[in-house]
């Protein structure tokens, strides 16, 4: 057996975080914190305008996997319908939607969309780590509304036969929904200014999702 080695790897520092350090992150201005997080994460902090506060990590979360993991569009709607559904009940214990309580299901989860799942809840773990070593300039995430396994996997499965509007019947539902999907997919602010990179990599998980045609804004 041959002997272990260590390597030492050079951390790679851009952008805003080339002004900080680590042993006087508390002190450092909060905006600056915040674009570390952000440019961490490939997000504008326009794009997150009108986002609930502490949905913003997870929206931000949700669109650096799109670009990077490309699921499928059931997979990346289940997602937010579930985390839209989880904010709903914890504000007024108002849910919506057809079949919301029946998600008990006899099937076995789907390898690769389990897989997809277990993506997006690797990149929130990081990135929630990562916000709180900058000292939360986004608020942090209330993890008990965001994601629940078995019913998000029944909803992907609903979501093979039908759109999302017809499973949810809520208006206050819809509107959310929505909003979080277009904060997700949409491009970034400056793309206009810059051409390829992050850009042009969620134009064609856009296209791959089929979202330039389906839930536009009635």
């Known amino acids: 057996m041959g002997e272990l080695a260590s390597v030492q790897v050079q951390p ?14 508390p002190q450092a201005d909060r905006a600056v914190r ?10 504008e ?21 799109l670009r990077r993991a490309s699921p499928e569009p059931t997979v990346l709607k289940a997602l937010l319908m579930v985390m839209v559904q989880g904010e709903l009940i914890r504000q007024n ?25 277990n993506q997006w ?8 780590q990562l916000n ?10 209330l993890f008990a509304w965001l994601y629940q396994g078995r019913l998000v996997h029944h909803r992907q499965k609903l979501l093979q036969e039908w759109k999302p509007e017809e ?36 134009s064609a998980s856009m296209e791959h999702l089929h979202l330039n045609t389906l839930d536009d804004e009635e």
């Open 167 to 202: 499973i949810v019947q809520d208006d206050q539902f819809r509107r959310l929904y929505r909003r979080l999907l277009g904060a997700v997919t949409q491009p970034d602010p400056g793309a206009n200014r810059r051409t390829g990179g992050p850009e042009a990599q969620l």
């Open 132 to 141: 709180l070593l900058l000292c939360k300039p986004l608020p942090e995430p």
């Open 45 to 65: 902090e326009e794009t997150l305008e009108g986002v609930p506060a502490h949905l913003r990590l997870p929206v931000a979360v949700t669109r650096y996997w």
């Open 34 to 43: 915040l674009q570390v997080c952000l440019e961490t994460l490939g997000v």
């Open 121 to 128: 809840q690797a990149c929130l773990k990081d990135a929630s």
């Open 93 to 117: 214990g108002k849910a919506g939607g057809r079949h919301y309580t029946k998600h008990n299901s006899e099937k076995l989860p789907d390898g690769v969309v389990a897989h997809s799942f």
């Open 12 to 25: 790679l520092v851009q952008g805003a975080a080339q002004t900080l350090r680590l042993d006087s992150l």
